[in-house]
């Protein structure tokens, strides 16, 4: 099949190489050229602007955007005077699901096609497959199952002869529902994945200070004592537990194996500042609970703490001290 891919980022390049390797032919554009110059190397039609794009693909086109959500809404404004009846815009990046559903009504006036598809994989998806979540207008994407069935991971017996569905969720794509769908589906997978990260960035914090119980404290007012320091005498090899994890243990993940890796290359991650960012799914997967009235404290807590990483609480800090001060007299160690 043809069809264009804007944004060619870590996420966008990758999926367009991936189809190109399986049959698929892909018209590219990016704002950044030199962007549209390595996919063109690998076989893609370089395009310099979104009319040029549209005006390489033929009707009924195709047109699957991977571009950060701030911009999404202005590139469907930019497509919707270029497309015509018949045409399918594919959302692949982070939206909102109720955006999803807004895009799909007023596109439709159009006649033409909105599918919100949830892709995550992240930079390995080019090797090992990305795990696609589709919403909208069912028949419509059954009629684009080729392109999931070549951007999901391949089966361990090949793929050679067999027929893709819409749903395949062994093969790693699923049909989630109307429009919206798709993204609602990927909104609640990031936002179990923020609660997956902090369960083991605190876990391995934990690890990290098991020898609290080696290092000279103060003794005063202002410092509470360890009950026992004798029971904190551990020098712990993080790395190594990471690895030993991933051997049978119950926890251990893809995550994991992410994490020992990394540990592995440097167990002091020397290199990072621990600023942790969010792109807005952990915000609206806790919304949305709020919403439902579900509860939902591990995401929240998780949530919280990435702001708290980008120093978003050292206000609140320093009034806590100031009430320990005014009522106390204590002052900062």
């Given at each position: 099949m043809r069809l264009g891919m804007i944004g060619l980022g870590r996420m966008g390049a990758a999926m367009a190489e991936r189809l190109m390797a399986d049959g698929h032919e892909c018209v590219a554009?990016?704002?950044?050229?030199?962007?549209?110059?390595?996919?063109?190397?690998?076989?893609?039609?370089g395009t310099t602007s979104i009319d040029d794009l549209v005006a390489s693909l033929t009707p009924p086109r195709i047109v699957w955007l991977m571009v950060p959500v701030a911009v999404v809404g202005d590139v469907i404004a930019s497509l919707q005077p270029l497309l015509s009846a018949g045409d399918i815009v594919i959302d692949g990046g982070n939206s909102f699901y109720r955006d999803a559903i807004s895009r799909a009504e007023t596109l439709l006036e159009d006649g033409?096609?909105?599918?919100?598809?949830?892709?995550?994989?992240?930079?390995?998806?080019?090797?090992?497959?990305?795990?696609?979540?589709?919403?909208?207008?069912?028949?419509?994407?059954?009629?684009?199952?080729?392109?999931?069935?070549?951007?999901?991971?391949?089966?361990?017996?090949?793929?050679?002869?067999?027929?893709?569905?819409?749903?395949?969720?062994?093969?790693?794509f699923l049909?989630?529902?109307?429009?919206?769908a798709g993204h609602f589906v990927k909104m609640v997978h990031n936002g179990i994945e923020y609660g997956l990260m902090a369960a083991y960035a605190e876990g391995f914090n934990l690890l990290k200070h098991a020898d609290a119980g080696s290092t000279e404290t103060a003794k005063d007012a202002e410092t509470a004592p360890l009950a026992d320091p004798r029971m904190l005498q551990y020098d712990l090899d993080v790395a190594a537990i990471a690895e030993v994890w991933r051997h049978g243990s119950v926890v251990r993940s893809w995550l994991l194996d992410l994490t020992a890796e990394a540990l592995a290359k440097d167990a002091r991650l020397s290199d990072l500042r621990g600023n942790v960012s969010d792109s807005g799914e952990g915000r609206w997967t806790l919304q949305t609970a709020?919403?439902?009235?579900?509860?939902?404290?591990?995401?929240?807590?998780?949530?919280?703490?990435r702001f708290t990483s980008r120093e978003r609480d050292d206000y609140a800090n320093r009034i806590l001290s100031a009430m320990r001060r005014q009522f106390g007299g204590h002052e900062e160690r």
């Open positions: 554009f990016d704002r950044k050229e030199a962007s549209v110059a390595r996919l063109s190397e690998h076989g893609a039609v033409v096609h909105y599918l919100d598809v949830g892709v995550s994989g992240g930079v390995w998806g080019l090797e090992q497959g990305y795990c696609l979540m589709i919403g909208g207008d069912r028949s419509v994407a059954a009629r684009l199952a080729p392109i999931f069935a070549s951007l999901a991971p391949r089966t361990a017996g090949g793929d050679q002869g067999h027929v893709p569905s819409i749903s395949e969720p062994a093969r790693g049909y989630c529902g109307p429009s919206g709020i919403d439902a009235a579900v509860p939902m404290p591990v995401l929240s807590a998780a949530l919280f703490g």
